[in-house]
């Protein structure tokens, strides 16, 4: 069965803080892994990441895949009270033109960031 | 370019009811997907379209079923509603998929569902 995990599930930093935010998962056909920010409403997309050791970045917030060890992490440094979130983390399959639009997703990591 | 848009956005139903939700994609785009997010189950994929044709299913029961017309509009529908099919109701869209480097999903809204 696919899986995505992420950890930790929620994590209470102060604003100026640097967090980690990692995704681990065990799928079959692995195809791209991508990360989503949900406030109050539909998550936006942050990241996808196809390749391993490709470091992409905007602005504060970071990520980076490892397909050897199935895992990827999020950073974000210097945080803000608006990054206050979930983080979701989920992964897409696909081989042979199946579950291209289908992604696993993970539990998500709740991130409060205090003033 | 306007974003992915989803009618209604909240809709209370009795058990048993049916309910039809629309999702119109982002303009250009061909691969529609539906999600249901629960605060116990988390986001689930329920199913995509691409040119009209379901492409990928996910585990759900038959009383949950959708299509695509031919300008990408997707709607689901959910027969026999059950206390448990309250959730969110979350449709994304993208180019053609996530075989690409540009297949990132895009969400809508979404449609808050209320089952008394």
């Known amino acids: 069965e696919d899986k995505v995990v992420q950890s930790p599930l929620s994590l209470v930093v102060h604003e100026g803080d640097t967090v980690t935010l990692n995704c681990s998962y065990e799928?079959?056909?692995?195809?791209?892994l991508l990360w989503y920010k949900q406030e109050k409403k539909a998550p936006t997309f942050l990241f996808m990441l196809t390749s391993s050791g490709i470091e992409k970045k905007s602005g504060r917030l970071s990520s980076i895949l490892d397909k050897k060890e199935l895992f990827s992490i999020l950073n974000i440094t210097a945080t803000q009270t608006g990054d206050s979130a979930i983080y979701l983390c989920a992964v897409g399959m696909g081989a042979g033109g199946t579950s291209y639009g289908k992604l696993t997703f993970g539990q998500g990591t709740i991130l409060t960031v205090h003033p | 370019k306007a974003g992915v848009t989803q009618t209604p956005r909240y809709l209370i139903k009795t058990r048993g009811q049916q309910v039809t939700l629309s999702c119109s994609p982002i303009s250009g785009h061909r691969s529609v997907s539906w999600y249901q997010q629960t605060p116990g189950q988390g986001l689930q994929f329920l199913f995509e379209y691409f040119s009209e044709t379901q492409r990928n299913k996910g585990n759900f029961p038959g009383r949950f079923s959708g299509r695509q017309f031919s300008n990408s509009r997707s709607e689901m529908n959910v027969s026999t509603l059950e206390l448990g099919d309250s959730a969110l109701y979350l449709c994304?869209?993208?180019?053609?998929?996530?075989?690409?480097?540009?297949?990132?999903?895009?969400f809508g809204p979404g449609t808050r569902l209320t089952v008394l």
């Open positions: 799928v079959t056909n692995f195809r791209s």
């Open positions: 994304a869209s993208s180019l053609t998929g996530l075989h690409n480097q540009r297949g990132e999903q895009f």
